[in-house]
């Protein structure tokens, strides 16, 4: 038996999966998380380095990493690269100022060997702002059709109003499911 098929089998057992939360400073990670978890969003500070949040979710141990955006911690973000089964990469869909520096970012993560297959979801978060770019325009914006070495899905959706998290988790999970665990 290789290692490979070891490793699915001790990672089969327990379901476990790792998810990177990332994107520039004011996107919405720590929103989204604490809404996805059905915590108090009325006071959220910048995250100033991470938050770690494990939940249970259809059968699966989600370990979900919440990283800082500011422009100064995003030198530090592949110090959480290592075994990363999923990214979930969030857009303010209303700072269009700062579209170009986020698809720069997200681009040279993708580049990021250590991500190599992971499952790319992103947020276009704050659909609920008037002047919200649409999730096609911000696909658009983001290159997303460019992405050829990990499955991607763009979902929009609001931290606020929880509109598509779970939409949005729940197609990260499938993805990563069947990449991953091997069904009895």
Excluded at 26 to 39: D, Q, R, S
Excluded at 73 to 85: G, H, I, V
Excluded at 130 to 141: F, W, Y
Aim: aromatic content about 8%; charged content about 30%.
């Amino acid at each position: 038996m290789g290692l490979l098929s070891i490793l699915k089998k001790l990672k089969e057992k327990e379901k476990e999966v790792r998810l990177l939360m990332l994107g520039l400073d004011n996107a919405g990670k720590t929103t989204i998380l604490k809404k996805f978890n059905g915590e108090d969003i009325n006071e959220i500070a910048p995250t100033l380095g991470f938050n770690i949040k494990t939940l249970d979710h259809r059968g699966f141990k989600l370990n979900i990493w919440d990283v800082g955006g500011q422009k100064s911690l995003r030198s530090y973000w592949r110090n959480y690269f290592e075994s990363t089964d999923g990214l979930i990469w969030v857009v303010d869909s209303a700072d269009k100022r700062r579209l170009e520096d986020c698809k720069n970012e997200l681009h040279s993560l993708l580049g990021e060997e250590r991500l190599l297959g992971a499952t790319l979801l992103v947020f276009a978060n704050k659909q609920d702002l008037p002047g919200a770019l649409k999730m096609e325009e911000i696909a658009q914006v983001l290159e997303l059709d460019k992405i050829k070495m990990h499955h991607w899905q763009i979902v929009n959706c609001s931290a606020v109003t929880g509109e598509n998290l779970l939409k949005g988790i729940d197609w990260l999970l499938d993805d990563i499911s069947k990449r991953i665990f091997t069904l009895d």
